[in-house]
């Protein structure tokens, strides 16, 4: 039994990254812009019609069941990954916050918290491979770029796959158009498992008025557990 209702991601395919999905020429923007406050994930991603899959990425593809593929089908508690946090929840609320020398990216799906390195800290040589990898950001005008590596593999989409392994390197780029709305753009490339770079972007909607609701999660088991009747009545306590 679940504790928790996953809403699928609401995809929209398009063939190619539409004009307004371009990343500014940084030479006529300012610097060190301030991306903090709090927006929505818009429902809408833009993705390849076809994946470039390798003859490793096809079959790793092939053999995928979200029910058996996506951690949380056995722990509803379980740890979120890049890219596939970017995506997850129908509606996802991002808060972006300065912490020190880094950029927090708190995304409320999972509780998340992702932290983005902004003084060239690159990662050390034994760095582990995690779910969210190690982020490494920098502004050219008033582009914010993220390198992400060091990621434990997973996929780009929990409900779907298209695998991405240890071996990938994440190019995210932010950006605002008018007014507060941030563009994304995402940059896959994985050998191991596509021809050639794969690139997907959304839209990052201004929600001022939202808040990041804490994600106080109970883990009942896999989905076809029988419940657990004292977790249930001490969840229901605490409502």
């Given at each position: 039994?679940r504790?928790?209702?996953?809403f699928?991601?609401v995809?929209?395919?398009?063939?190619?990254?539409?004009?307004?999905?371009?990343?500014?020429?940084?030479?006529?923007?300012?610097?060190?812009?301030?991306?903090?406050?709090?927006?929505?994930?818009?429902?809408?991603?833009?993705?390849?019609?076809?994946?470039?899959?390798?003859?490793?990425?096809?079959?790793?593809?092939?053999?995928?069941?979200?029910?058996?593929?996506?951690?949380?089908?056995?722990?509803?508690?379980?740890?979120?990954?890049?890219?596939a946090?970017?995506?997850?929840g129908?509606?996802?609320?991002?808060?972006?916050?300065?912490?020190?020398?880094?950029?927090?990216?708190?995304?409320?799906?999972g509780?998340?918290?992702?932290?983005?390195?902004?003084?060239?800290?690159?990662?050390?040589?034994?760095?582990?491979?995690?779910?969210?990898?190690?982020?490494?950001?920098?502004?050219?005008?008033?582009?914010?770029?993220?390198?992400?590596t060091?990621?434990?593999?997973?996929?780009?989409?929990?409900?779907?796959?298209?695998?991405?392994?240890?071996?990938?390197?994440?190019?995210?780029?932010y950006w605002?158009?008018?007014?507060?709305?941030?563009?994304?753009?995402?940059?896959?490339?994985?050998?191991?498992?596509?021809?050639?770079?794969v690139k997907?972007a959304?839209?990052?909607?201004?929600?001022?008025?939202?808040?990041?609701i804490?994600?106080?999660c109970?883990?009942?088991?896999?989905?076809?557990?029988?419940?657990?009747?004292?977790?249930?009545?001490r969840?229901?306590?605490?409502q």
């Amino acid at each position: 039994m679940r504790a928790l209702v996953f809403f699928l991601v609401v995809v929209s395919v398009v063939g190619q990254i539409p004009a307004r999905a371009q990343v500014p020429d940084a030479q006529s923007a300012v610097s060190d812009p301030d991306f903090s406050g709090i927006y929505e994930g818009a429902p809408t991603i833009i993705e390849p019609d076809v994946y470039p899959l390798t003859a490793e990425g096809e079959r790793a593809h092939d053999v995928y069941d979200p029910l058996i593929g996506d951690p949380r089908q056995t722990d509803d508690c379980a740890p979120e990954s890049m890219p596939a946090i970017l995506w997850a929840g129908t509606l996802n609320t991002m808060r972006i916050y300065l912490e020190g020398d880094t950029i927090a990216m708190h995304l409320e799906h999972g509780g998340t918290v992702r932290s983005i390195h902004m003084v060239g800290a690159e990662p050390s040589t034994d760095e582990p491979h995690t779910e969210l990898g190690y982020s490494l950001g920098s502004w050219s005008g008033d582009v914010l770029t993220i390198e992400t590596t060091h990621l434990a593999g997973g996929v780009v989409f929990t409900n779907r796959g298209y695998p991405v392994s240890p071996e990938a390197r994440l190019t995210e780029r932010y950006w605002r158009e008018a007014g507060k709305n941030l563009q994304m753009e995402l940059l896959i490339d994985d050998p191991v498992n596509f021809l050639q770079p794969v690139k997907l972007a959304r839209e990052w909607l201004w929600a001022p008025d939202e808040q990041v609701i804490p994600w106080n999660c109970v883990s009942l088991g896999p989905r076809d557990a029988e419940p657990d009747i004292d977790e249930l009545r001490r969840l229901l306590n605490q409502q």
